[in-house]
């Protein structure tokens, strides 16, 4: 999708499941599975999906995925399906090398958002991107070193400590401009320190939802997950942003849906809605058709 002279493109890194429960927390089964069918284990289907935003020199990749770096036994336990299909085997297939990458933003450091930071080449980890500068917000980089008891599974710390290593790392403070037109802001709800980003390209605004909106489904305000450590101040980051998307039209990139990989959403009847066109394609070929 081009806007003015933005570029943005979507990558996955694969599909995986996590339990449909954890995912809506209290959201019974009876309302979610409308939208996202269970399987026998009661997982739903996830993508992995990384957003490469190319503007002037830097070309900006959000987020990286699972990564390689697994056993068999946790293969299976989160159904992962990466094959040839994985994050970097498709940026190489449309000719972006990992040498070209010039900024990672990494909205956190769970697993699945970061699993792909790092490769391992001879029994050494070293970045992935090696040319890259990688923004993590300060605050979420010090809970990731000393999480509770509670996420502490969610993080592994090679995914991370060899970026501090090589001088690729780059700590952020709160709300800010790191790049001309990229703008980041935390959310606290999901863990401390989130940072979702947004694009300002002078013809409209792209947020990367990161875990604030994993799935389209959870644009209802309520529709909040089991994994989120304040789950209230989730409601309220949710509420006052998706207000402000609604009301300034923003376009919302999600990471995790399988099936919608952004889309719009206005406020009708007490509620927020997604309003397609609902690929990055669709909508490009909605802009193009109303210039025409």
């Known amino acids: 999708m081009q806007l003015g002279d933005w570029t943005f493109r979507a990558f996955t890194d694969g599909d995986f499941r996590l339990d449909g429960g954890a995912m809506f927390g209290v959201v019974p089964r009876v309302m979610w599975a409308k939208h996202h069918e269970p399987d026998e284990l009661n997982r739903i289907a996830m993508t992995l999906r990384c957003l490469l935003v190319e503007h002037g020199d830097r070309r900006i990749l959000v987020d990286t995925g699972i990564g390689d770096r697994w056993e068999e036994k946790h293969k299976k336990i989160f159904a992962m399906e990466r094959g040839q299909g994985h994050m970097v085997g498709e940026m190489a297939a449309a000719g972006v090398s990992v040498d070209a990458i010039t900024d990672v933003v990494l909205t956190h450091l769970?697993?699945?958002?970061c699993g792909g930071t790092i490769r391992e080449v001879d029994g050494k980890l070293e970045p992935m991107f090696p040319n890259a500068k990688h923004w993590v917000q300060e605050k979420h980089w010090r809970w990731a070193h000393k999480p509770t008891d509670r996420d502490k599974a969610s993080f592994r710390?090679?995914?991370?400590?060899?970026?501090?290593?090589?001088?690729?790392l780059e700590l952020v403070d709160g709300a800010r401009e790191i790049i001309p037109g990229v703008r980041v802001f935390p959310v606290n709800g999901h863990t401390s320190g989130q940072q979702l980003v947004e694009f300002n390209t002078g013809q409209g605004v792209v947020v990367y939802c990161a875990d604030l909106i994993p799935l389209v489904s959870q644009v209802r305000v309520p529709w909040i997950m089991g994994y989120d450590l304040n789950p209230l101040l989730t409601l309220d980051e949710k509420r006052n942003f998706l207000s402000r998307a609604a009301e300034e039209n923003f376009l919302l990139f999600f990471e995790h849906d399988a099936d919608v990989e952004c889309c719009r959403v206005v406020f009708e009847d007490g509620n927020f809605k997604a309003v397609g066109p609902f690929t990055l394609a669709e909508q490009a070929a909605a802009a193009s058709a109303e210039e025409a």
């Open 110 to 113: 769970h697993f699945d958002h």
């Open 157 to 168: 710390p090679d995914d991370f400590h060899p970026l501090e290593d090589a001088g690729l």
